[in-house]
């Protein structure tokens, strides 16, 4: 029976070879401090566990924020609080948002306001906490919509996999919603998919816009259907 420093080897290689080198370091670096043999058993396990949990709580932030397209994005909701350059109505919005109740309800959220009112600062800082919890997507409306049309044109298949994987997202945050006006049918429909399928699977959506709800169908030409369509499910459990 192995015991000691060889048996203490033997382990660390066995956690390298599983892949869980943090606690193969953090248990070779215990091994050598004075009071190893007397620590009780919990909090031997709990000094093992606890980095190579940590580790992996802060990989699956980074890889979140990765394909949220949020990385480097220093917005914090307590900036959000009690601003001097911004103010979000009503009162106490922020805290409420903070729970993440509306993501689990799969409720869609409008946040508006003129240009620099702090909407986008706003729907960063949400999508940033949030990824603590959920997958999230932060996008430009236009953007968004124009690359996955020529996606479905050139690779429908690949623009098939693109649109399985952001219904499936608990968040979708558009930024600059209805910007401009869309002529083009081909991003209705899809904005329409996006959606439609997004409130049919009670996936929370985040629209930023600096136009009142009312005037949206103005801004989709030709086709008063989707546009309603649109609206509506924009604004599904708004309150």
Same mark, same amino acid.
């Given at each position: ?8 080897? *033997? =382990? ?22 004075? +009071? ?12 093992? $566990?606890?980095? @190579? &949990? ?17 990385? +480097? !994005? ?12 911004? *103010? ?9 948002? !903070? !729970? &993440? ?9 409008? $946040? =508006? ?6 909407? !986008? ?6 999508? $940033? ?16 919509? #124009? ?6 044109? @050139? ?31 081909? #991003? ?12 049919? @699977? ?7 816009? @600096? ?29």
């Amino acid at each position: 029976m192995l015991t000691g420093t060889v048996l203490i080897n *033997e =382990l660390v290689d066995e956690l390298n070879e599983l892949k869980l080198s943090t606690m193969a370091a953090t248990l070779d670096d215990l091994y050598h401090k004075p +009071g190893f043999l007397e620590m009780d058993r919990l909090t031997l396990i709990a000094e093992l $566990i606890g980095p @190579q &949990f940590q580790e992996k709580v802060s990989t699956t932030l980074k890889n979140r924020l990765t394909a949220a397209h949020l990385k +480097g !994005s220093p917005e914090e909701l307590s900036d959000c609080v009690d601003s001097d350059k911004r *103010e979000y109505l009503p009162a106490g919005i922020t805290e409420v948002l !903070s !729970s &993440f109740d509306f993501i689990e309800r799969g409720y869609n959220l409008c $946040i =508006l306001g003129e240009s620099d009112a702090g909407k !986008s600062y706003l729907a960063k800082a949400i999508g $940033i906490k949030a990824c603590n919890r959920y997958n999230v997507g932060y996008f430009h409306s236009e953007e968004l919509l #124009e690359s996955m049309v020529a996606l479905k044109e @050139q690779d429908y298949d690949k623009y098939a996999r693109k649109m399985k994987k952001y219904l499936k997202w608990e968040l979708i945050i558009l930024d600059d919603f209805l910007l401009h006006t869309i002529t083009d049918e081909r #991003e209705i429909k899809i904005l329409f998919e996006l959606l439609e399928k997004r409130n049919e @699977q009670r996936k929370s959506t985040i629209v930023c816009s @600096q136009r009142d709800p009312d005037n949206w169908k103005a801004m989709i030409l030709n086709d008063e259907v989707s546009a309603n369509s649109i609206m509506k499910r924009a604004t599904k459990h708004y309150t």
